[in-house]
């Protein structure tokens, strides 16, 4: 079956730490996304990538990494210097043009 | 800023009404999408209305998209219980849908 997962579900972060979230894409999508989303809102952009080794900022990149060295992987790194880190994080992968995207079921960092 | 804004904030029906969610947006787009998301997981993907098209139809949901008025509807018809969800809006930032901004959705409850 095709589809995009995410990895883990439930993330506890202690103050100070780095954590990397997990996205893996069987889809063979160009394109993929990090979405953060607070409770009762809606999605905003962390990073996203068109294409193997290339990827943009969005809205919100501050305190977060990512890197894509393989079409299929797009890890985000939660660093130190974001300072509000707890979150739900979603991943989504598309065609590089248009059309919908695919979502990954989410991780659900906490600070703790 | 937000691109697109979702309209009302939460909506409460009976089974079997049909639901109506308005989507107004500020800047010109390529195309729109509606997704759905349940408690807790990931969005999937409903619709995709491109800005040459005034109507979709997908099953029980039409989407209606105004250009001139910068906003988009979705309906479902003869909803059911299963319905209950956040749906959002997404538009692309007339970049062709190198990515998309999302509003911060329409609680959807349908009561049995």
């Known amino acids: 079956d095709g589809g995009i997962t995410q990895s883990p579900k439930y993330l506890f972060r202690k103050e100070g730490q780095n954590v990397t979230l997990s996205c893996e894409q069987n889809?063979?999508?160009?394109?993929m996304y990090w979405y953060r989303q607070d409770p009762g809102q809606g999605l905003r952009l962390i990073y996203y990538s068109q294409i193997v080794n290339d990827f943009q900022k969005g809205d919100i990149a501050e305190g977060y990494s990512v890197s894509r060295e393989k079409k299929e992987s797009f890890p985000l790194t939660v660093t130190s210097a974001q300072k509000n880190p707890t979150a739900f994080y979603l991943c989504?992968?598309?065609?590089?043009?248009?059309?919908?995207?695919?979502f990954g079921s989410g991780t659900r960092l906490t600070v703790v | 800023s937000q691109q697109g804004e979702e309209d009302p904030q939460a909506l409460s029906i009976q089974e079997g009404e049909n639901a109506t969610m308005n989507c107004s947006y500020k800047t010109s787009i390529n195309n729109l999408q509606w997704y759905r998301q349940n408690s807790g997981r990931g969005l999937v993907h409903l619709i995709l209305i491109r800005s040459n098209e005034r109507e979709k139809h997908s099953g029980r949901l039409r989407v209606t998209l105004d250009t001139s008025k910068k906003s988009s509807s979705l309906l479902i018809t003869a909803s059911r219980a299963a319905d209950t969800a956040s749906y959002f809006c997404?538009?692309?930032?007339?970049?062709?849908?190198?990515?998309?901004?999302f509003g911060p959705g329409t609680r959807l409850s349908v009561l049995p």
């Open positions: 997404a538009t692309d930032r007339g970049n062709y849908g190198q990515n998309f901004v």
């Open positions: 989504a992968s598309g065609p590089r043009e248009g059309n919908g995207y695919t």
């Open positions: 889809l063979n999508h160009d394109a």
